[in-house]
């Protein structure tokens, strides 16, 4: 298990990332493996780099976690090298219509 400190939840207004996944499952394997979680956010910038904030080519660093008691999720949390901002990573899915629809956190 990773040792990253989990932080409270993140308030309205906070910055966050919303991931496309296939499934929960894929999610939460994301949240539990850094490696597998970097390499999909590196595939997301390449194929959508305007989902991604401005600075993000720089460089990350995973900073901590959140939980959402409304969730019941852990979500992880980057922190970009140029900036210093800290993202949160929060989950995305396919809906019927081609586009990606993002949950109510």
């Given at each position: 298990?990773?040792?990253?400190?989990?932080?409270?939840?993140?308030?309205?207004?906070?910055?966050?990332?919303?991931?496309?996944?296939?499934?929960?499952?894929?999610?939460?394997?994301?949240?539990?493996?850094?490696?597998a979680c970097r390499s999909h956010l590196m595939q997301l910038w390449r194929r959508h780099p305007e989902l991604l904030p401005a600075h993000f080519?720089?460089?990350?660093?995973?900073?901590?976690?959140?939980?959402?008691?409304?969730?019941?999720?852990?979500?992880?949390?980057?922190?970009?090298?140029?900036?210093?901002?800290?993202?949160?990573?929060?989950?995305?899915?396919?809906?019927?219509?081609?586009?990606?629809?993002?949950?109510?956190?």
């Amino acid at each position: 298990m990773d040792e990253t400190p989990i932080v409270p939840a993140a308030k309205r207004g906070d910055k966050s990332i919303c991931m496309p996944v296939e499934t929960e499952a894929q999610y939460q394997s994301l949240m539990e493996n850094a490696d597998a979680c970097r390499s999909h956010l590196m595939q997301l910038w390449r194929r959508h780099p305007e989902l991604l904030p401005a600075h993000f080519e720089q460089g990350f660093r995973f900073h901590s976690f959140v939980y959402s008691r409304k969730l019941g999720l852990r979500m992880r949390r980057i922190e970009l090298h140029a900036t210093q901002e800290v993202y949160q990573l929060r989950r995305g899915w396919p809906f019927s219509g081609g586009g990606w629809k993002q949950p109510c956190l």
